[in-house]
């Protein structure tokens, strides 16, 4: 018998179709005996590919969720391009293993946020993009539901599983790297709210100290590439002095800095020596070219989805730490 559409299939499972829906699809509230009806009758007649009648059966997706969490800079989008890149590898890396990827912003308005995602049981495990203002969230969700890798900083007793880079080092490294081209007045642009970004300000103080050089100025400024630049823009015309060495928070905030600077007639590197951080392909292509404290993302990206993977499993895949490495370019 040919089915021709939800309603027909419904009316011959005895349910609303609502209910076929949510059965068929994986979401809503079906019970186990009902869902095992419809995705049975679903496979006699034919009515959905056969996956699907599998995965009800199974309980398995072959899915996987990355969430950008962004309670601390709602400005931020998925066009961004660290997040277009970070899920251009994990696209990658899950395609190879015949995972779909599922990309989802969030912008957190309770910490039931995660709870309600897992819950709707559309992906078999998590990817989460940078712990945001999140980090107490996904520690407690991470305690009971253990599918779940998180890219970012290292936190003191954290429980979750997390792959990133070590940022404290790598702010040392572009600082250092500032400090050693003769720059003695140096900045730090970019947010300090979130742990990643947090970490890398603690990196650039800790070079600075070691070499007998005042603390950085900190120019706090959005992530956003126009919101970066109208707040540094703005806190330019309140300094007494131009520095002569800027660390940038990531590639797009130090991106936003070479334009200012160009805009105002300041030189790089003669003027002001600048130093990004992310590794992001974009950093060839600006002008100048810009130096990087690079992530290694796409190597990241690989070990987050195989410990994904191991943890699907049963796997307690421990946390993972990348050592950053400065690659130079003409901006420095």
Request: net charge neutral.
């Amino acid at each position: 018998m040919r089915v021709k559409n939800l309603k027909e299939f419904a009316a011959l499972a005895g349910v609303s179709t609502a209910t076929a829906s949510r059965a068929l699809t994986g979401t809503g509230r079906v019970s186990d005996e009902t869902r095992a009806r419809i995705a049975a009758l679903a496979e006699r007649l034919g009515y959905q590919p056969n996956i699907i009648a599998r995965n009800l059966r199974t309980q398995r997706t072959n899915a996987i969720g990355v969430l950008v969490p962004l309670g601390h800079d709602a400005l931020q989008h998925l066009s961004d391009p660290f997040f277009s890149t970070m899920t251009g590898f994990l696209a990658d890396a899950l395609a190879d293993r015949d995972y779909d990827l599922m990309l989802s912003r969030v912008l957190p308005h309770d910490d039931r946020w995660l709870d309600q995602y897992i819950g709707r049981g559309r992906v078999d495990g998590i990817i989460i993009i940078g712990q945001s203002d999140q980090r107490h969230v996904i520690d407690m969700v991470s305690r009971r539901y253990m599918p779940m890798v998180v890219w970012g900083a290292h936190m003191p007793e954290q429980h979750y599983c997390a792959v990133g880079s070590n940022n404290v080092a790598g702010g040392a490294l572009a600082a250092g790297h500032l400090a050693d081209r003769g720059c003695r007045r140096i900045a730090f642009a970019g947010p300090s709210d979130s742990p990643e970004f947090a970490q890398r300000l603690d990196g650039v103080r800790q070079a600075l100290a070691g070499r007998g050089l005042d603390p950085p100025i900190v120019l706090a400024a959005h992530h956003e590439p126009n919101a970066a630049y109208a707040d540094l823009s703005a806190l330019f015309d309140r300094l007494e002095a131009l520095p002569d060495g800027i660390v940038g928070g990531s590639d797009v905030t130090a991106t936003a800095v070479l334009r200012l600077l160009a805009e105002r007639g300041h030189p790089v590197p003669q003027a002001v020596r600048v130093v990004g951080y992310d590794g992001l392909p974009l950093g060839e292509h600006v002008t100048p070219p810009l130096t990087t404290v690079d992530q290694q993302l796409r190597h990241g990206a690989e070990l987050m989805v195989t410990l994904l993977l191991d943890r699907i499993a049963g796997v307690a895949a421990p946390s993972q730490r990348i050592e950053p490495r400065l690659i130079v370019r003409a901006s420095s």
